[in-house]
T-cell receptor, first 111, second 115 residues
């Protein structure tokens, strides 16, 4: 069945780059997403990549997709304290009728 | 431009009761999806509504039902509440592009506690 896996925690120093990794199982995924969730809040769409792309860059965010290995990563350059949150990876099935989500990676920023 | 809005923000109910949660989609969006997020987990798809009809449903019992109104807003109803229904309920909206949905935009959710 479908499954999306992420590490539960990532700790980085302020100003360094953060790389959050995700693996998925369904090779027919059309879009892959990164969402950010701050405490007590809903999910904020950060960026997404179509499955026929290898890379997408948006300001401090870089998404890399390796379809062969079914591996997705999110790189946040110059990590700031405001980047502290849980980051969810999700893959879409069935023309985006539903998303399959990872359990989220908590990004911890050290001063 | 208002994003997705949900009400209420918090709700406490007793086992066996019924609850209705409400959602207004982002301006320009015509499709509403509902997700359940248990503590420490990713969201689970409940169902999606388009043109006032349920398009697809996740693995949730019939106690979970929904409705979409002509103005695209939506309600999620849960009957015969169980303790395990305690969760954050998230509404997401999108618009249909041909056969595909645009990326989902989420509201801040309704925190439901069942005692």
């Amino acid at each position: 069945g479908e499954d999306v896996e992420q590490s539960l925690f990532l700790s980085v120093r302020e100003g360094d780059s953060s790389v959050i990794n995700c693996t998925y199982t369904d090779s027919s995924s059309t879009y892959l997403y990164w969402y950010k969730q701050e405490p007590g809040a809903g999910l904020q769409l950060l960026t997404y990549i179509f499955s026929n792309m290898d890379m997408k860059q948006d300001q401090r965010l870089t998404v890399l997709l390796n379809k062969k290995d079914k591996h997705l990563s999110l790189r946040i350059a110059d990590t700031q304290t405001g980047d502290s949150a849980i980051y969810f990876c999700a893959e879409s099935l069935d023309s985006n009728y539903q998303l399959i989500w990872g359990a989220g990676t908590k990004l911890i920023i050290k001063p | 431009d208002a994003g997705v809005t949900q009400s209420p923000t918090h709700l406490i109910k007793t086992r066996g009761q019924q609850v209705t949660l409400r959602c207004s989609p982002k301006s320009g969006h015509d499709t509403v999806s509902w997700y359940q997020q248990a503590l420490g987990q990713g969201p689970q798809f409940i169902f999606q509504y388009y043109e006032e009809e349920e398009r697809q449903r996740g693995n949730f019992p019939d106690r979970f039902s929904g409705h979409q109104f002509p103005n695209y807003s939506s309600e999620l109803n849960v009957n015969a509440l169980l303790l395990g229904d305690s969760a954050l309920y998230l509404c997401a909206s999108s618009f249909l592009q041909g056969a595909d949905n645009s990326p989902l935009h989420f509201g801040n959710g309704t925190r439901l506690t069942v005692t």
